[in-house]
């Protein structure tokens, strides 16, 4: 039923070495949107299948205290082909810290995730989608190359970087990300890989 919905990888046109935030979507004449998952609260096991099945590419930013000791299931979800980028340490509210404690929030799950997984995320989703200048400067001291936020339509357009729900009233994330699937597909969209656009 979900057939013919994962593009084939298609590498985007290169951004040079500047620092890039992206509000909701990359701008692309493709009809593709990208899936994104934030936090790491939900780890149910039939969803690395569903990403090991349709080869779904998937980019999952993980906050450390949210993950605690699941991250052998993040582990198992990149065997499969999703990414793991950065969503901070404690998932706090960074417009209110000063620099010092962003590039601490920032600097510290890079860290981790190059502990966990042997890479350094390019990628890093402020917690709430809240940022300003100094949440951009620890980021781009950090290592990160983009900024990356979400978008809220239903309506889906070229590029669109979807937030996609966890499990919610007794559904299981599987489910949830399936019945989301069916609508990226009716609206005659694909899902690609974000990395490959940025």
């Known amino acids: 039923m979900l057939a013919g ?9 290169k951004t040079g070495q500047g620092f ?4 909701g979507a990359r701008r692309t004449r493709d009809k593709v949107v990208f899936l994104t998952f934030d936090d790491g609260a939900e780890r149910d096991p039939r969803f690395v299948d569903l990403v090991r099945e349709l080869r779904l590419p ?5 906050t450390d205290s949210v993950v605690g000791p699941g991250y052998a299931h993040f582990g198992r979800l990149r065997a499969v082909g999703a990414s793991v980028q950065n969503h901070t ?7 209110s810290l000063p620099y010092a404690g962003q590039r601490a929030e920032i600097c510290g799950q890079q860290d981790k995730l190059k502990q966990r997984f042997g890479i350094r ?3 890093f989703r402020p917690p709430y989608g809240a ?47 399936t019945n989301l699937l069916r609508n990226i597909q009716e609206q005659g969209y694909t899902v690609a890989r974000l990395e490959d656009y940025l």
């Not at 900024?147 to 007794?170: A, K, N, T």
């Open 5 to 13: 919905l994962v593009a084939e990888g298609r590498l985007g046109r």
């Open 121 to 123: 995320p390019r990628l």
């Open 20 to 23: 890039h935030t992206y509000p």
């Open 58 to 62: 998937v980019s999952m930013f993980l």
């Open 131 to 177: 940022y300003n200048h100094d949440t951009l400067g620890a980021a781009a001291d950090c290592g990160v190359a983009a900024v990356v936020l979400w978008s809220d339509r239903e309506r889906l357009r070229p590029g669109d970087i979807l937030h996609c729900p966890e499990g919610q009233h007794g559904t299981s994330l599987t489910k949830a990300t």
């Open 89 to 95: 340490l404690d998932h706090p509210y960074l417009p």
